[in-house]
């Protein structure tokens, strides 16, 4: 497994090592005492969830306020521009984002922190997105940002206008949306 930092350092990507041959691959996608060795997430995971999603939807960018979660988000089948914005006030990278690539072929994780909000959009026909969460959905905490903040300028790889769910089209700006301390 090698872990690679990011802007950000709290956010971290991980690739794993990938075992193939003429039958198909394995790898590991979690192991407890490997993340805490190579990466020092010391996250205890109590959900895992999946999506999957056609081309150009756009989910997030979602958190929790309360009970927020950390998320180990991976793909499956398919691509999509993962992004993770820092909300904590009180951090050297608040408002700032990451955005990358994960894919089922290169089955890189990334790790996004409580305290960050999430999205990301499909840049396949149908992909399938699996995440560990470190708390439990809490749809009464859940709070949006909207994707498209001119304060953010999240460099989005779209050409059209994404799919989006009734909530995601009414977030918040980031100037009026409620932070972490």
């Not at 914005?85 to 089922?104: C, E, M």
């Not at 708390?135 to 300028?153: C, G, K, S």
Request: with cysteine; aromatic share 12%.
């Amino acid at each position: 497994m090698q872990i690679i930092q990011t802007e950000i350092p709290d956010v971290v990507v991980i690739e794993p090592q990938v075992f193939g041959d003429d039958r198909g691959f394995f790898y590991e996608s979690y192991n407890e005492k490997a993340f805490l060795e190579k990466a020092g997430i010391t996250a205890h995971f109590v959900q895992d969830n999946h999506s999957c999603s056609a081309e150009n939807v756009l989910r997030g960018l979602h958190y929790q306020i309360q009970q927020p979660q950390g998320k180990l988000v991976r793909v499956v089948v398919g691509a999509v521009f993962d992004v993770a914005v820092d909300l904590r006030k009180s951090s050297p990278t608040f408002a700032q984002w990451i955005g990358i690539h994960l894919t089922g072929e290169n089955k890189r994780q990334l790790w996004i922190p409580a305290g960050f909000a999430h999205g990301f959009v499909v840049l396949a026909e149908s992909t399938e997105v699996l995440y560990k969460t470190t708390d439990y959905y809490a749809p009464q905490h859940e709070r949006t940002i909207l994707w498209n903040d001119p304060d953010l300028a999240i460099a989005w790889p779209i050409s059209a206008s994404p799919i989006l769910s009734a909530k995601d089209k009414i977030g918040k700006s980031l100037k009026d949306a409620e932070v972490f301390v």
